[in-house]
């Protein structure tokens, strides 16, 4: 049950497109579409940005995408905005019915 | 609206135990999967453990089995992690977090309990 691995720091401007990327293996971001990305502003509880793989929630804005190549997931977020920095971590099912975490990335916007 | 409430955090020392208990309401509470997530101070989001929803299936994070016990009451709406054995490294914000309807994600989280382990 390693922690998924993510960039520490992702920085953009202001409408620019970034992307984290979110490697694992073959028993949990391989293995499954069940990969969800959260957003999480200092203080705050986590919020639900992506599930399995690349739906969103309703509510969330269209500017953030997901998807899945092998075992590395990625969350693209468009248009860069101020609201958009914060923590972004994915997640993903495993082979033992386990979830586990990615390391965690701060979004920097310039 | 979905709320998710968390209640008995605080100091404890090591060795010790702790109750949390997470209070749902504005959905069916027995229709959804339910998780416990932590985090420690200044670190990343850890996963914990899950119940399905007669509380018959359970799952935990390693560094946690034999140690905590997840558990839920549909009637009451509630959901609780109990802690015994405690140690420095289970310092953390635990939130509990309502699992999506297919089960693969966490959609809604409530504000966290925090938990102090020390001497």
């Known amino acids: 049950q390693s922690a998924l691995t993510q960039p520490a720091s992702v920085s953009g401007s202001p409408g620019q497109s970034i992307t984290i990327s979110c490697t694992g293996t073959?028993?949990?971001?391989?293995?499954?579409?069940?990969v969800s990305w959260y957003q999480q502003h200092p203080g705050k509880a986590p919020k639900l940005m992506i599930y399995?793989?690349?739906n969103r929630p309703s509510g969330v804005s269209n500017r953030f995408s997901g998807s899945k190549s092998g075992n590395t997931a990625s969350l693209t977020i468009s248009g860069l905005q101020a609201e958009d920095e914060a923590d972004y971590y994915c997640?993903?099912?495993?082979?033992?019915?386990?979830?586990?975490f990615g390391t965690g990335t701060m979004v920097t916007v310039l | 609206e979905v709320q998710l409430v968390e209640s008995g955090g605080g100091l404890v020392q090591p060795g010790g135990s702790l109750r949390l208990s997470c209070a749902a309401s504005?959905?069916?509470?027995?229709?959804?999967?339910m998780t416990w997530v932590r985090q420690a101070p200044g670190k990343g989001l850890e996963w914990v453990a899950n119940?399905?929803?007669?509380?018959?299936?359970?799952f935990y994070v390693d560094s946690v089995k034999g140690r905590f016990t997840i558990s839920r009451d549909n009637g009451k709406k509630s959901l609780y992690l109990q802690m015994n054995s405690l140690r420095a490294e289970d310092a953390a914000v635990y939130y509990c977090?309502?699992?999506?309807?297919?089960?693969?994600?966490?959609?809604?989280w409530g504000q966290g309990t925090l938990v102090t382990v020390s001497s």
């Open positions: 977090a309502r699992d999506g309807s297919q089960g693969n994600d966490f959609d809604y």
């Open positions: 504005g959905f069916t509470f027995s229709s959804n999967w």
């Open positions: 119940i399905n929803q007669d509380g018959r299936e359970k």
């Open positions: 073959s028993s949990d971001v391989g293995g499954y579409n069940y």
């Open positions: 399995d793989v690349s």
């Open positions: 997640s993903s099912y495993t082979n033992t019915r386990a979830f586990v």
